[in-house]
T-cell receptor
């Protein structure tokens, strides 16, 4: 069964550094997403991406965040200058087609620790 | 703004007994509702969804959920629990107006005891 994959599984970085989290969505999917879960809190939506542009973003997704689909398979989340409060589990997801009834399939997550 | 409540942090049931994991939601307009399960060191796995139609929806691994519009609930159920069902369960909602962002509940940890 096709799966969403994410690398690395765990990233440790120092405050102020840039990090790039990588995801490979399911190959025939068209919509891509990033969510995050701060320890002990709810899973929160960050951004959705379709047709090489952001289709929706939350208040969390400020100017320090950016997303990109650099090639036909990868989808990345960049955090330009990490803060302590960016420490969280980051989940990538994808969904197929343009119908909004499709469910989202999630990757295993990248745990980001900012020190 | 849309929201989801999972009132129980933890649910314990004996293997073979029926289980229910509760979820209530608040959304403008018609809801799209989802259940996901998370096993240790794994991502969120899709279980089932309600979009429209029959209020009882069936999903993976023998799970089902009942949509109740008047009570704004979407409880997850299984007639006979297995020890392997022990995991963290998340309810999620989005509205029908084209926004795709899911709003998640806080999760319910299901423990099935042998």
């Amino acid at each position: 069964e096709p799966e969403v994959t994410q690398t690395p599984s765990h990233q440790v970085t120092q405050m102020g550094q840039e990090v790039i989290l990588r995801c490979v969505p399911i190959s025939n999917h068209l919509y891509f997403y990033w969510y995050r879960q701060i320890l002990g809190q709810k899973v929160e939506f960050l951004v959705s991406f379709y047709n090489n542009e952001i289709s929706e973003k939350s208040e969390i997704f400020d100017d320090q965040f950016s997303v990109e689909r650099p090639d036909g398979s990868n989808f990345t989340l960049k955090i330009r200058s990490t803060k302590l409060e960016d420490s969280a589990m980051y989940f990538c997801a994808s969904s197929e087609g343009t119908s909004d009834t499709y469910e989202q399939y999630f990757g295993p997550g990248t745990r980001l620790t900012v020190t | 703004a849309q929201s989801v409540a999972q009132p129980e942090d933890q649910v314990k049931v004996a293997e073979g007994n029926p289980l229910t994991v509760k979820c209530t939601y608040s959304v403008s307009g018609n809801p799209y509702l989802f259940w996901y399960v998370q096993y240790p060191n794994r991502g969120l796995q899709f279980l089932l969804k309600y979009i429209t139609g029959d209020n009882l929806v069936k999903g993976s691994y023998g799970f089902e959920a009942e949509f109740n519009k008047s009570q704004t609930s979407f409880h997850l159920k299984k007639p006979s629990a297995l020890v392997s069902d022990s995991a963290l369960y998340f309810c999620a909602v989005r509205d029908w107006r084209g926004r795709r962002a899911l709003t998640f509940g806080s999760g319910t940890r299901l423990q099935v005891q042998p």
